[in-house]
């Protein structure tokens, strides 16, 4: 059983900062890929960030030079400092780890006002 904590979401105004976190716990096998996908009202769930435990990273095109993603393979944490952010980016943002399966977080939500 793999369980995903999530935390760090709030209301900022557009041009700030907040910084996610995803802690996983449980039967995790070593090589796997943690990130965050995000899913706004009436919109699709999209990956957002994601980086493998080797450190290869994709970002979703909206969000490069804004958001970085980082990870801490010894505590098995994801995190996602997003900065600059704009009201588009208001969502509620959700870990995943994905290994043979993907596991998911309860999710967060980020709200940006203008």
């Known amino acids: 059983q793999v369980q995903l904590v999530e935390s760090g979401g709030g209301l900022v105004q557009a041009g700030g900062s907040l910084r996610l976190s995803c802690a996983a716990s449980g039967n995790i096998f070593s090589s796997n890929a943690m990130g965050w996908y995000r899913q706004a009202p009436g919109k699709q769930r999209e990956l957002v960030a994601i980086m493998t435990s080797g450190g290869n990273t994709n970002y979703v095109d909206s969000v490069k030079g804004r958001f970085t993603i980082s990870r801490d393979n010894a505590k098995n944490t994801v995190y996602l400092q997003m900065n600059s952010l704009k009201p588009e980016d208001t969502a509620v943002y959700y870990c995943?780890?994905?290994?043979?399966?993907?596991?998911w977080g309860q999710g967060t939500q980020v709200t940006v006002s203008s």
């Open positions: 995943v780890l994905r290994t043979v399966v993907s596991y």
